[in-house]
């Protein structure tokens, strides 16, 4: 597993480590396409925001590409058969975004034929259309982030129209051990990477875009200057970075590339600048101009557990159990299994959960980072020379022990990008990140309940209002009603009375 060597200066960023790579057994071989497995596992929320609303019922055939579940709220994604077959259940499911916990998944019986849906083969002329229309048709494709925050695209895309823009950076940085998709992704498909590009810049309206790589990817680099040399678009550009741990941050990114620091608590599209991911890029391109929603994505299964390290584009909803046989089947080192890299994955139980958008990295291990027995914080401050957000992680620790949420918000925990880099250098052994990634767990949480207790008090307000409002109106013809009857005689005045009591006793 990693180990930091140094720490680093990026430049003009703060910290960072220099980490050992342990990429190169993955990029051995071209990008592999597994054969399609038996069953097809979808999780209906793949995605930041709200899950998706199933749109079958079981017994239900479907076709490659076909809409499965659409999202109902404001910030969601689509969810698309990877294959043709039968829905053979809607249930829960383990999953890698909990930790092997279930989730409702939709669930397909492959049948073999990998039939797509008619309008497949349909490029979309993109650049007839007018930049919002690309926007809703990126929506369409179930197109989130894949470098890991699976934020849905275009909602992202739509949210930035709306700032001042100057800046499109695309991330193909990948600075975490182990992990070298992008990298292959660079190496393969820098053409369609680059078309990708053209297609946001004309969502966007933009004038450039600069896509960025680190230097310890030559062959992705020379691969992306021959696709941008063909397009003959002097609107790109292309730009190397150090190769340091977090530089691929999106925020660390930002300021690498335009000298600008993304402020406490804010957006990137705060200062001008909107960051997308090589792969999305690519995806986005699958999309428009060849039909293919997301549906499939390149994934690294490495480490010592695992036969044969690759690169593979897999079907998405496809069990990591048939991805680790197709490259080799585990060796006896396995014994830990990770979703994503060393420093940010996710260690799940069971290999029974699939792959899904957020997959960049299967991790098999025969063992975790020896971190030792935990001992009290000695104070030595080397956990903030590396934090490349400049926080005081020694002091969030103090007050994410004391549940102290108004110190914590003080001292920028929601701005820890949980990087890992505390950690690594910490000689107690004291695990920061997962300390703070529960501690914003917990603000979440009081944050949510101050949001239902606002409603509830909002809701009992407006009853209140509206019950005084009725008393009100009642009076009022009550007063108009004896008003009448005072006209009419003493007769009309009692029935008034009577009828009063019943709606009273009523």
């Known amino acids: 597993m990693a180990t930091p060597a140094a720490t680093f200066d990026l430049g003009t960023l703060h910290g960072g480590l220099r980490l050992a790579a342990h990429k190169s057994s993955s990029t051995g071989l071209p990008i592999q396409s597994p054969p399609l497995p038996p069953q097809l596992v979808l999780p209906i929320d793949q995605h930041v925001g709200d899950p998706a609303e199933p749109l079958v ?112 950076i695309l991330n193909g940085a990948e600075c975490e051990p182990y992990i070298s998709c992008d990298d292959m992704l660079m190496r393969e498909r820098a053409q369609d990477i680059v078309s990708g590009v053209q297609i946001l810049l004309h969502a966007l309206q933009l004038d450039g875009a600069c896509i960025v790589v680190e230097s310890d990817k030559p062959e992705a680099i020379r691969q992306l200057a021959v696709a941008m040399t063909g397009a003959a678009d002097d609107r790109l550009t292309l730009r190397q970075i150090p190769t340091i741990y977090p530089s691929g941050g999106e925020d660390q990114l930002v300021q690498l590339v335009t000298g600008r620091e993304v402020p406490s608590g804010g957006l990137p599209t705060d200062i001008g600048c909107l960051v997308q991911n090589v792969g999305t890029a690519a995806a986005i391109h699958d999309w428009l101009q060849n039909g293919e929603p997301l549906i499939s994505r390149i994934t690294t299964i490495t480490g010592n557990g695992i036969a044969t390290p690759m690169n ?24 830990h299994l990770v979703t994503g890299g060393p420093m940010t994955g996710k260690s799940v139980s069971t290999d029974r959960v699939p792959l899904v958008k957020a997959t960049n990295c299967i991790l098999v291990m025969s063992e975790l980072p020896a971190t030792g027995p935990e001992l009290p914080c000695i104070r030595c401050g080397e956990c903030a020379t590396v934090c490349p957000v400049q926080l005081l992680p020694q002091q969030i620790f103090w007050y994410a022990c004391a549940d102290d949420e108004q110190q914590l918000r003080a001292h920028g925990l929601t701005d820890c990008i949980e990087c890992g880099c505390c950690d690594l250098v910490c000689p107690s052994h004291i695990p920061l990140t997962y300390d703070f990634r529960m501690a914003k767990a917990r603000i979440r949480e009081l944050a949510d309940e101050k949001a239902r207790a606002q409603r509830a008090r909002r809701r009992f307000e407006a009853r209140n209002e509206r019950l005084q409002r009725d008393q009100r109106e009642r009076e009022a013809e009550l007063a108009r009603q004896k008003d009448q009857a005072r006209k009419a005689g003493p007769d009309a005045i009692a029935e008034i009375m009577k009828r009063k009591q019943r709606d009273d006793g009523d």
């Not at 698309?80 to 077959?85: F, L, N, P, R, T």
């Not at 593979?312 to 014994?335: D, H, Q, V, W």
């Open 57 to 168: 019922g079981i017994g239900e055939r479907v076709l490659r590409g076909q809409l499965l579940a659409e999202s109902s709220g404001t910030l969601g994604a689509p969810v698309h058969a990877s294959s043709s077959g039968k829905v053979v259940a809607i249930e829960p499911w383990p999953v890698a975004g909990r930790h092997g916990e279930p989730a409702p998944c939709i669930v397909i019986e492959c049948d073999g034929d990998d039939r797509a849906v008619e309008s497949w083969e349909e490029p979309i002329p993109y650049v007839e259309l007018p930049a919002d229309t690309v926007l809703q048709k990126i929506l369409q494709g179930g197109i989130v982030g894949l470098g890991g925050a699976v934020y849905p695209t275009a909602q992202k895309l739509m949210q930035a129209v709306s700032c001042n823009l100057d800046h499109l």
């Open 312 to 335: 593979i584009r897999a079907r998405i909803g496809t069990p990591i159990s048939e991805l680790a046989k197709f490259a080799g089947g585990y060796t006896g080192n396995a014994r």
